[in-house]
């Protein structure tokens, strides 16, 4: 990209001069982190997409896995490239210039407060499930809403209940990203061995392929709804991110990021799709469908209502998995409230990986004179970003109540802009990709996508990345999916990153710099700073040899 001219060359500041993020995470902590978010997105978006794709709900999350296989593998090039805090908004800064970088800060930071609005929601949403027990038969939520004004059918309980899990949230992130670790890697490895005992059991004891395959005949969406669904079904796979915008505080990060973000890709996609399938193959009972639904209202609940699990599934959009645990012969009565419970746990700590990574991605953009440096202040004693903790989880609770006005449809409206947020975000990351194999072949590479075209760029021979080719086309198709089929993403999420410009334009006119060009930075002596700082002696040594090289041959050049 273009750089502004006689600017004074700028780079992130050295270790020492202020208080800096702290390499307090593991391998298990690494991957625990990307859990919480993957994982949990299972919880929020069966329901949410079987509700519009319908008996087709499974081929909508495989073509959504394939996509998140090519976005977990361009993250996983670049987060242990650039182990930085930002993520994505780094590696489009460093790849497509600043205010490309910005906008995909702007979309992160709208997904990760999306992300903790909708999952803290969710969470409540499973631990309603126990409402029942607790009230009495036939109570559940919508026991509990209210009017106000113009506004109807408000959730007021669960609005309480997203907004004081928001709380604790933030509280948790400010100690420390050691004590908020602590608190994914327990409840998460709880749910890993869980839900694979649960998928086991169902497959094998209760799936039905007669149902599965009546449905895929029978029950077909049209092509509006199934784009809709599909695009709403990319929610179910966001969470990588995560891993990266935790890579400056990760131990060794070019050996663990790799390690952790491979793992997460395939787990999560054969859970994700596993799930779905099972849940389209179980006869699940229509009393489970709430006294308020209008097939139950007007008594004509269909003669094959058991055997179209995804109406009722879309029904329970708010606790899907734990009406399909609590369909399984045997174990159901016991299932159910596990799953309601594990949902519950699961979606918290999503939550909480949606505070870090808004928090993240604003330091970065702080770091990096996108924003005012008054996001940028580490806490003395916590060694945590606490301004920006606090800032963007107060946003969440705002999107929470925005949305809560919506009534019924608040879950649907939040994973509206969240799709936009996440498809604009991961469609610059592609392109930054590319550019960075062309524009920065020297920073080392531990991991490298693979099916690379070898072209010669420079006097240098460069891997073109078919895979980032092939996801680039994909993602932009679901940015096209989105803004053609979701009036909410389409108007709201365009109007956030407006919002944000307005914003980083004052911003920078302000601090005569300029909007549109990138400010000239030494981003060759800040790598070496970020591999010193990782302890990633041996990559700095082969920048350092690559970058020499480089220079022996501009002297050779005539």
């Not at 780079?11 to 902590?29: F, S």
């Not at 509700?51 to 996509?67: D, K, M, R, S």
């Not at 909410?488 to 407006?498: E, L």
């Not at 030494?522 to 090289?549: G, I, N, P």
Request: net charge neutral; hydrophobic share 50%; glycine share 10%.
């Amino acid at each position: 990209m273009e750089e502004r001219k006689g600017q004074e060359t700028k780079t992130a500041r050295p270790p020492g001069e202020t208080a800096e993020l702290r390499r307090d995470l593991t391998v298990w902590g690494s991957y625990m982190w990307g859990f919480a978010d993957v994982g949990a997105s299972m919880f929020v978006g069966l329901g949410l997409v079987l509700a519009y794709t319908q008996g087709w709900g499974g081929l909508a999350f495989g073509l959504a896995g394939i996509v998140y296989i090519m976005v977990g593998l361009a993250y996983t090039e670049l987060a242990a490239a650039y182990p930085v805090a930002g993520g994505g908004q780094y590696f489009t800064l460093r790849g497509l210039g600043d205010f490309w970088g910005f906008i995909a800060g702007s979309a992160l930071v709208l997904d990760y407060t999306i992300d903790i609005a909708l999952f803290s929601m969710f969470s409540a949403g499973y631990a309603n499930f126990f409402l029942p027990y607790f009230f009495g038969p036939g109570i559940d939520e919508s026991h509990f809403v209210i009017d106000l004004g113009p506004f109807h059918n408000i959730r007021w309980l669960l609005l309480l209940e997203t907004v004081v899990i928001i709380v604790i949230l933030c509280w948790l992130n400010v100690r420390g990203i050691r004590e908020s670790s602590l608190v994914n890697e327990i409840i998460g490895a709880l749910v890993i061995v869980l839900e694979l005992c649960l998928v086991v059991f169902g497959f094998v004891v209760a799936w039905h392929p007669e149902i599965f395959a009546f449905q895929w005949h029978h029950q077909k969406p049209d092509a509006h709804r199934f784009v809709y669904g599909a695009s709403l079904a990319i929610i179910s796979f966001v969470g990588l991110e995560s891993i990266s915008q935790a890579a400056q505080e990760t131990r060794r990060p070019a050996t663990i990021v790799p390690r952790t973000s491979i793992a997460l890709i395939f787990t999560v996609f054969l859970s994700a799709n596993a799930f779905t399938c099972l849940g389209l193959g179980l006869q699940v009972s229509p009393e489970t469908l709430p006294a308020n639904h209008p097939m139950v209202v007007e008594g004509a609940i269909p003669d094959r209502i058991a055997d179209q699990p995804w109406e009722i599934l879309g029904v329970h959009h708010d606790n899907p998995v734990a009406v399909v645990c609590k369909a399984l012969p045997l174990i159901g009565i016991i299932a159910g409230p596990l799953a309601a419970g594990l949902g519950a746990f699961m979606l918290f700590i999503s939550a909480n990986s949606g505070v870090m990574s808004a928090s993240r991605v604003a330091y970065s953009m702080s770091r990096f004179q996108c924003i005012s440096p008054w996001f940028e202040k580490v806490h003395s004693r916590f060694r945590t970003p606490t301004r920006t903790i606090i800032i963007f989880s107060l946003i969440g609770i705002v999107q929470t109540v925005l949305a809560g006005l919506t009534g019924p449809k608040a879950m649907d409206t939040l994973a509206n802009m969240y799709a936009f947020g996440a498809s604009l975000g991961y469609t610059l990351v592609f392109l930054s990709l590319i550019r960075l194999r062309f524009v920065d072949p020297y920073s080392p590479r531990p991991y490298k996508m693979p099916f690379n075209l070898r072209l010669r760029y420079r006097q240098r021979k460069v891997g073109l990345p078919v895979l980032g080719l092939l996801g680039t086309a994909a993602i932009l198709t679901v940015l096209f999916g989105v803004v053609w089929t979701h009036a909410i993403g389409r108007i709201a999420g365009p109007g956030w990153v407006v919002l944000w410009f307005a914003y980083y334009a004052w911003y920078r006119r302000k601090r005569g710099m300029p909007v549109f060009r990138s400010l000239s930075r030494d981003w060759e002596s800040q790598q070496k700073e970020v591999l010193a700082s990782a302890e990633e002696f041996d990559l700095l040594e082969q920048y350092k040899v690559a970058l020499a090289e480089r220079d022996e041959r501009q002297e050779r050049a005539p």
